[in-house]
């Protein structure tokens, strides 16, 4: 019999596991044929908003006003135009505060976005727009470990107050010790599956979750079965307490 009445998402005071299951979508001013899911916001507790913008099969736009925050894009699948350039699967840009995006999705298009209120110090200029892919970051072994590859997407410099990286792991392959830090997570599973340890819970989690981790929230990794797993996550950096 198939199970109802049940689901994967829990959502706690220090995390929360979204699961697919549970998407619902919004709507907002301005927008056409383009749906949003927003994992993550204020309203729970996180400073990070966490949405995925699936845009419609004959393409969409998406509207952000300029305002106090700062957007990172990453393009899950399909492509995108943003101003003239048309960025495709893998794609990442981050947008500075203060610029209004108008967001073009083609065919069916699906966007992972982060978006935070920017942190600026009065002696140090903004930061800038950046635009890459993920396909040309390299990925280094995450503490000499060569089954564990974090890549670094935006440029490590203090301008930032936000590092978004993707980590990718071998089946088998951890976070090689329960981390508990004062930067906050947002993420989102890219592929495959594996079990997150959030505070004292274990979760089995797969492509198309998404995970809040408050500050100080202890996490953990394993990755299982057949295919790397592979997750997209913000933390918020540079900035002193
Ligand atoms: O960057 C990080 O803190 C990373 N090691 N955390 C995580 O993957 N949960
Ligand atoms: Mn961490």
């Not at 699961?19 to 056409?32: H, I, K, L, T």
């Not at 794609?91 to 298009?109: E, I, N, Q, R």
């Not at 600026?120 to 930061?127: E, P």
């Not at 000499?144 to 974090?150: Q, R, S, T, V």
Request: with cysteine; charged share 20%.
């Amino acid at each position: 019999m198939e199970l109802f009445g049940t689901t994967r998402t829990f959502v706690g005071v220090r995390h929360a596991l979204i699961a697919e299951d549970g998407y619902v979508p919004s709507v907002f001013p301005g927008w056409e044929k383009a749906t949003a899911f927003v994992h993550l916001s204020p309203a729970m507790g996180s400073r990070v908003t966490q949405m995925t913008v699936v845009f419609d099969e004959d393409g969409g736009k998406a509207v952000f006003p300029a305002d106090g925050n700062e957007h990172v894009f990453y393009v899950e699948n399909g492509s995108i135009d943003l101003g003239s350039k048309q960025y495709s699967e893998k794609d990442f840009m981050y947008v500075p505060a203060g610029t209004k995006v108008l967001l073009k999705g083609l065919k069916g298009s699906r966007v992972t976005l982060f978006r935070k209120e920017y942190q600026a110090i009065s002696r140090l200029k903004k930061a800038e727009m950046v635009t890459g892919s993920a396909r040309d970051v390299v990925g280094e072994p995450f503490l000499g470990n060569k089954k564990a590859i974090l890549q670094t997407l935006l440029p490590m410099d203090d301008r930032f107050d936000l590092a978004v990286n993707i980590f990718t792991y071998q089946p088998g392959a951890t976070l090689p010790f329960v981390e508990t830090h004062i930067m906050e997570h947002g993420l989102k599973m890219l592929s495959g599956q594996g079990v997150y340890r959030l505070e004292d819970k274990h979760y089995p989690v797969k492509a198309g979750d998404v995970i809040w981790m408050a500050a100080y929230c202890p996490q953990w990794f394993v990755a299982m079965g057949d295919e790397p797993a592979s997750y997209i996550y913000y933390k918020d950096v540079n900035r002193l307490p």
